[in-house]
């Protein structure tokens, strides 16, 4: 287990906390009017890492599983150029999500999901539901996850290790949240300022943050299938 390792996943792992579930939804939570319960955050944010963490496990023993038995048949042409024009097709979904085009549609969308979550309850059942709602939508965009995947089925870790890697990046993926639900309980005036401002741009880049993702995903797909089946 190497220190770049370590590095590299707590990298992918701060790139992932500035997500719509990790980070934009915490913020409207402390941002609630009345009151701040602080159980209501940590559940939802306890229920988004250990989603992801579920997903990571499976990820893992599948990619172990399909590394022993499919490997040869994702060498194929056919298989090359399904991940070819995989690519392409993510790459070009990533402008409809500009922001010059949807930022009517995106806004209204977001104030939605706000109005929802400054208005629910504080049932623990409605928060999870919340969380793994957010958690499922988010996942054909978690690409800073996909990655550290990649990187720890060839890490040559082996498990209980890659059980310990997979559960620190989704604590480091919801520390900056922690972080601010720390400030908002300590130094309540100081830091609901902070949050506003915050909530306000993340508000605003939301959308374009989304198409970067599909963009470099897709481009990502596309280079590596290209170089495999003409400059191998």
């Known amino acids: 287990m190497s220190t770049e390792l370590l590095l590299s996943l707590a990298g992918l792992a701060l790139v992932d906390s500035t997500s719509i579930g990790t980070l934009v939804i915490p913020v409207w939570l402390l941002l609630a009017p009345g009151r701040l319960r602080v159980g209501r955050p940590l559940l939802y944010l306890a229920t988004i890492a250990a989603f992801y963490f579920g997903v990571g496990v499976l990820l893992v023993t599948g990619a172990d599983v399909l590394a022993g038995s499919l490997g040869r048949a994702f060498e194929t042409s056919a298989a090359l150029y399904a991940q070819l024009a995989l690519g392409i097709g993510l790459f070009a979904w990533s402008f409809r999500f500009d922001p010059k085009r949807r930022r009517g549609d995106s806004a209204g969308r977001l104030n939605r999901w706000r109005e929802r979550v400054t208005a629910g309850d504080s049932s623990v059942g409605w928060l999870v539901a919340l969380a793994l709602t957010a958690a499922v939508m988010e996942v054909a965009t978690m690409l800073p996850y996909l990655a550290a995947i990649g990187l720890l089925t060839t890490s040559g870790v082996d498990w209980p290790g890659l059980a310990v890697l997979l559960a620190g990046y989704c604590v480091v993926m919801v520390l900056p949240a922690l972080v601010l639900l720390l400030g908002r309980v300590a130094a309540a005036a100081r830091v609901r300022p902070v949050l506003e401002r915050l909530n306000g741009w ?31």
């Open 202 to 232: 993340l508000n605003r880049h939301a959308t374009s943050a989304t198409g970067w993702l599909l963009a470099i995903a897709g481009f990502l797909l596309a280079r590596d299938a290209a170089a495999r089946l003409w400059f191998a």
